[in-house]
């Protein structure tokens, strides 16, 4: 599902990824782990087209991401990627069903499959009574599960998440790792996770271990 190559990064003298290689296949779950400073988030960024590498090559579901140019890579992104970070970055006007939902709008879906799809995703997540509600009438745990129903919406091929329990306790933390196993059994759904929680991601299928801008 993601394959890259020889993957660096320079910010000035600053060499932060020296030539990392990486593969996940489609329906497992990964997880990166390192210390601070070691690269984990700004490889998931530049895997998820959200940067660009300075040297190597990034291929999702077999398209070469290099090829493509900036509005092209946009649109990618919006059909093919999902994202989940630490903080949910919910919309505080728009109620969860519109969070879930504008994704798919700005690809031009039709709004009535869309919403249908919102419903359904976020009834799946256990929030199918709070659809109308604003993120500020939301717990922690139940606005990253809609953050989890954005990055769901357009039925990506894979899902970055960048420290996605980072802001919530023990207990809803573990629950939304738990849920990440619930979505790839149901929707064999593909997930790369950045986590400086070793026991949660001790859940993962796969742990690769980051240190000096590289996987160890």
Known sequence: MLSATGIQKNYGQLWVLKGVDINIAQGEIASIVGPSGSGKSTLLHILGTLDKPDKGQVSI?????????DRQVAAFRNKHIGFVFQ?????PEFSALENVCIPGWIAGRKKKEVADRAIHLLQTLGLGDRTNNKPNELSGGEQQRVAVARALINSPKIVFADEPTGNLDSANARELHQLFFDLRKQF?????IV???????????????????NII
């Not at 579901?61 to 140019?69: D, R, S, T």
């Not at 064999?188 to 790369?192: I, V």
């Not at 929680?197 to 240190?211: F, G, P, T, V």
């Open 61 to 69: 579901n077999g398209q070469a991401i290099n090829f493509l140019n």
């Open 188 to 192: 064999n759904q593909t997930f790369l």
């Open 87 to 91: 903080f949910h970055h919910l919309l």
């Open 195 to 213: 986590t400086h929680n070793e026991e949660l991601a001790q859940m993962s299928d796969r742990i690769l271990h980051m240190k000096d801008g």
